[in-house]
């Protein structure tokens, strides 16, 4: 196997907090203090499809990537509106302010995206709006007759005031309305009440993202690319442009590394998804284990040669190691993800 990618998806240092700076991670901190670091100017999803070769999506709205996944069944992309991606939201009522926690970023089962859609489209389809759910727990959203306004991405908006997030100005009026109208049909669906009563936070918004960019139709390649893990809608998306998969994250990286077919892995890794049910885990702690299931093996498997590099990515840095990064041994440590700061 020639290399590893892993990106930490959802974890932005700015909101995440000066605490999980601080993670006891030793991978991660020994990945910060031996590798190249570079910025990525355009965020990690462009990055990775320069790495397979797909230039050609260079500026592409992320929408019209993880439309590839439900093409020709989902919205054509060449249809009239726009495409977002819309991720379905836990918001706590009365907060002030209203900050996104990391759990209330939510992945919904098939079964609940296809019974919201279907009931989406009983509501808002006569207004030319419709829903199409994508494997990664998330919706396709084609919004008729809008403009394409700036939105930004959940994993970007957690432990922060959501409502700074808003677009602003007159463009975004109908999405603003639009968005409370969703909230307020979201309160009476039945879907919630079930979900109330097995102990599990309701969806009390959809937060629409990945508009903004080139329309596209993307051309479908097929390719021996790296092996993609994880449940990011773009990277699922990409992947069928590729003609391959985009599999469920593994429970450990020993489970995929002896995969003699694959040039590589890429696995997208979501803090978010660690989070257990009741407040009581902590940010830190999961990127502890992150670091435990993925990262710390990722260096092991480096210094044994049994792959060329280990790339990491988060906080729109990436830091690349190969087999004698370990040799910088004049270079200081940073603690935790003091080296993505």
Do not use: K
């Not at 991670?25 to 320069?50: K, N």
């Not at 049994?306 to 087999?323: P, Q, W, Y």
Request: glycine fraction near 10%; include cysteine; hydrophobic fraction near 50%.
């Amino acid at each position: 196997m020639r290399e590893i990618v892993i990106v930490i998806a959802d974890l932005y240092l700015p909101l995440g907090g000066a605490a999980v700076a601080g993670a006891a991670a030793p991978g991660i901190e020994s990945a910060g203090r031996f590798g190249e670091r570079a910025a990525l100017e355009h965020g990690w999803r462009e990055w990775l499809a320069h790495a397979l070769g797909r230039a050609d999506l260079a500026g592409a709205a992320p929408a019209c990537i993880a439309a590839a996944e439900v093409a020709p069944a989902g919205p054509a992309v060449g249809a009239s509106g726009t495409l977002w991606i819309a991720t379905p939201l836990h918001l706590s009522a009365g907060a002030a302010p209203l900050v996104l926690d990391h759990r209330g970023v939510l992945r919904l089962p098939q079964a609940e995206l296809a019974t919201l859609a279907a009931a989406f489209q009983d509501t808002f389809g006569v207004s030319g709006f419709t829903l199409t759910p994508l494997s990664s727990g998330d919706f396709l959203l084609r919004t008729a007759g809008m403009a394409t306004v700036a939105t930004t991405e959940p994993a970007r908006c957690a432990g922060r005031d959501l409502a700074a997030a808003l677009p602003r100005g007159a463009a975004a009026a109908p999405l603003r309305r639009l968005l409370a109208e969703i909230e307020m049909w979201l309160h009476g669906q039945a879907l919630n009440e079930a979900r109330r009563h097995r102990g599990e936070p309701p969806v009390t918004a959809l937060w629409p993202w990945g508009a903004e960019g080139r329309a596209v139709q993307p051309e479908r390649r097929a390719a021996r690319a790296l092996r993609a893990f994880g449940a990011d809608p773009y990277v699922r998306g990409l992947w069928r442009l590729q003609e391959d998969l985009c599999r469920a994250l593994p429970g450990r990286l020993e489970d995929v590394l002896a995969d003699e077919h694959a040039r590589g892995v890429v696995l997208i890794l979501e803090v978010g998804r660690e989070l257990q049910p009741g407040g009581h885990d902590t940010l830190t702690g999961c990127v502890a284990r992150l670091d435990a299931r993925f990262v710390s093996p990722a260096l092991t498997a480096l210094r044994r040669g049994e792959v060329a590099s280990v790339t990491l990515i988060a906080n729109d840095t990436r830091i690349t190691l190969r087999r004698r990064s370990h040799l910088r041994l004049w270079r200081r440590p940073r603690a935790g993800l003091r080296s993505f700061a």
